[in-house]
């Protein structure tokens, strides 16, 4: 069970990075994909950590399992954007959780 909290947890990071950075480097929102990605199969890999070692599945080689885990939990982060967007969808057009940033703002 707890590796389906990993998976759920680190695609939720990973969405909340991908939003962060995309707000903060102009031009990287529209490269937010390919970036969702990368985080998520370069965090796999800095974690080492293979879902299916977890689940007892033999997988020819761990690399081979590290990065189809990294698919698996940036496929997940469809499933954060989709819950975030319903639940928001009413309250806010310019939310951050629906793709549409404001930007930073220079309080000072």
Do not use: P, Q
């Not at 909340?16 to 929102?29: Q, R, T």
């Not at 796999?44 to 879902?51: C, I, R, T």
């Not at 189809?68 to 939310?95: E, N, P, S």
Request: hydrophobic fraction near 55%; glycine fraction near 12%.
């Amino acid at each position: 069970m707890h590796d389906f909290a990993v998976i759920a947890l680190m695609a939720l990071a990973i969405v909340k990075v991908v939003d962060f950075l995309g707000d903060s480097i102009s031009g990287l929102h529209r490269m937010r994909s390919l970036l969702t990605f990368v985080l998520g199969i370069g965090g796999m890999f800095l974690l080492d950590y293979s879902v299916f070692d977890g689940w007892n599945i033999a997988v020819r080689d761990h690399n081979t399992g590290i990065w189809m885990t990294g698919f698996i939990v940036a496929g997940c982060t469809v499933a954060w954007r989709a819950i975030f967007g319903y639940l928001t969808h009413d309250k806010a057009m310019g939310d951050e959780s629906l793709g549409a940033h404001t930007g930073l703002r220079r309080a000072a």
